[in-house]
Nanobody
């Protein structure tokens, strides 16, 4: 059973920064992808950034150059450094991982609010 614990959300003024963390408890299950999605009020959940265990990270065009995804060496914790935040970055941010069987797992979400 994969369990995800997120932290780091909060309220920040436009132009500010936040860092999100997601720690995965996976037992013996290996992960092949870790990343972040977000959902604004009234909108669909959308990809923010993903990082496969091998290969290049992927970012939404709206966050390129402002957000950076990274992970620890054990590939059990993923981070999202968010700089130059904008009001349109407001939403609930969800940690997302995919295991080697292809199953998707989601965190409970952490609220990010950017005030103008």
């Amino acid at each position: 059973q994969v369990q995800l614990t997120e932290s780091g959300g909060g309220v920040v003024q436009a132009g500010g920064s936040l860092r999100l963390s997601c720690s995965a408890s996976t037992g013996r299950i290996s992960l092949r992808l870790m990343g972040w999605y977000r959902q604004a009020p009234g909108a669909q959940r959308e990809l923010v950034a993903t990082m496969p265990i091998r290969g290049d990270s992927n970012y939404a065009d709206s966050v390129k150059g402002r957000f950076t995804i990274s992970r620890d060496k054990t590939y059990t914790t993923v981070y999202l450094q968010m700089n130059s935040l904008k009001p349109e970055d407001t939403g609930v941010y969800y940690c997302h991982v995919r295991d080697w069987l292809g199953n998707a797992h989601w965190g409970q979400g952490t609220q990010v609010t950017v005030s103008s």
